[in-house]
């Protein structure tokens, strides 16, 4: 049986407000089963594999992720992408990045994301920007906020974190960078609104993880919780605390996906 021999890369963003996220479900609309159904119409088959980097939540944007097509005949899918962009109808853009070599696991390459999400505690948010900005409508103590955030830093368990499932039961994850800041680029344009962002940088995520870190760091930023609260949740995380609320994923966005290994063929 022939096998794909054939690994094309392709980088991604797109605007999630209107899918159920990345991954394919019956009924619903994705990113990848949007994908898929222009990659059939445009190559005339289905007689191939999409192989995504990262599964966001629904309603979660993109930035910048990668997927594989795996194809067992060669195609000058480089000269299509114009073509399979305008199917894709503006809220997916993709860009050929090169054939893959056969050996090249993107899912393990994939191990440095960036997530930013924005916020702010402007009295008065534009209406503009309530399709990419949670207002929490309440002054919040930034640096109580950047100590919070720096918490997350290193190797924990996130069970206290995360939505938990009955068919995991490794909750660890590394968290390299996490901080609140002012918001340096924001994918909209600036209202005029004072706009903060946490920026998490780490290996890898759990459902839901950076969403309930968010809501964690709003808690002590508006003086509902001290810093204790979130330290005792990770140092105990599997006590029976009250569960955390999980933050709108509509300011969410995977920022940037690195690959850390060289995925190039060379002949290409």
């Known amino acids: 049986?022939?096998?794909?021999?054939?690994i094309y890369l392709f980088s991604v963003s797109y605007y999630g407000a209107r899918y159920k996220?990345?991954?394919?479900?019956k009924g619903?609309?994705?990113?990848?089963?949007?994908?898929?159904?222009?990659?059939r119409y445009v190559l005339g088959h289905e007689d191939f594999k999409l192989l995504g980097s990262s599964r966001t939540d629904s309603g979660v944007s993109c930035r910048k992720a990668f997927f594989q097509l795996l194809l067992k005949e060669p195609s000058n899918l480089k000269e299509k992408v114009q073509l399979i962009n305008s199917y894709l109808g503006g809220e997916i853009r993709i860009a050929f990045e090169g054939l893959c070599r056969l050996e090249f696991n993107l899912i393990q390459a994939s191990r440095k994301k960036t997530y930013r999400y924005f916020f702010t505690d402007d009295d008065n948010p534009h209406p503009f920007s309530s399709s990419f900005l949670v207002s929490l409508f309440s002054k919040v103590d930034v640096e109580k906020m950047r100590l919070a955030a720096k918490l997350f830093e290193g190797t924990h368990d996130f069970y206290a974190f995360c939505k938990p499932s009955d068919t995991k039961s490794d909750y660890s994850r590394t968290i390299l960078h996490c901080d609140i800041q002012p918001a340096k680029d924001t994918p909209w344009v600036d209202l005029g609104q004072r706009v903060y962002m946490m920026e998490v940088i780490g290996t890898g995520f759990l459902y839901h993880q950076v969403r309930k870190m968010m809501q964690a760091v709003w808690k002590i930023g508006i003086g509902e919780w001290e810093l204790d609260e979130l330290k005792k949740r990770l140092e105990n995380p599997r006590y029976s605390w009250e569960k955390i609320p999980t933050a709108p994923p509509f300011s969410l966005f995977l920022w940037d996906t690195e690959l850390q290994e060289d995925w190039r063929l060379e002949k290409d």
């Not at 619903?28 to 990659?39: A, C, D, Y």
């Open 1 to 6: 049986m022939q096998t794909n021999s054939h």
């Open 21 to 25: 996220g990345w991954a394919i479900q």
């Open 28 to 39: 619903q609309p994705t990113i990848q089963g949007k994908l898929e159904r222009v990659f």
